[in-house]
């Protein structure tokens, strides 16, 4: 089971970037999804979550200007970033609880993806 994220880069301030993040494997559910970030020198901070059912929860800087969805027959997460500013500038990182079969036994796992750069110049 992984999860693998694309669409960071390089963009100026003001502009909007689209972030996803597959989840693959043995799945059979994915449970709560949500985008990470971590800027040099600082924590790992919780950008913005989603439950299966919808509800989504923000960083209180990005509310407003990013929003996270989630297509769950591809078990998939977005996150619709605009009005960027370099403050936004980081290692973004998906990360899911997901269970997962292995023979006739269920199991699920907190999983991280490798991150991908989102640069904001000013």
């Known amino acids: 089971v992984q999860l693998q994220a694309s669409g960071g880069g390089l963009v100026q301030a003001g502009g909007s970037l689209r972030l996803s993040c597959a989840a693959s494997g043995n799945i059979f559910d994915v449970k709560l999804m949500a985008w990470y970030r971590q800027a040099p020198g600082k924590e790992r901070e919780l950008v913005a979550s989603?439950?299966?059912?919808?509800?989504?929860n923000y960083l209180e800087s990005v509310k407003g200007r990013h929003t996270i969805s989630r297509d769950s027959t591809r078990n998939m997460v977005y996150l619709q970033m605009s009005s960027l500013q370099p403050e936004d500038t980081a290692v973004y990182f998906c990360?899911?609880?997901?269970?997962?079969?292995?023979?006739?036994?269920?199991?699920?796992?907190?999983?991280w993806g490798k991150g991908t750069q989102v640069t904001v110049s000013s």
């Open positions: 989603i439950t299966p059912n919808g509800a989504a």
């Open positions: 990360n899911a609880d997901i269970q997962y079969l292995n023979g006739d036994q269920m199991y699920e796992i907190n999983v």
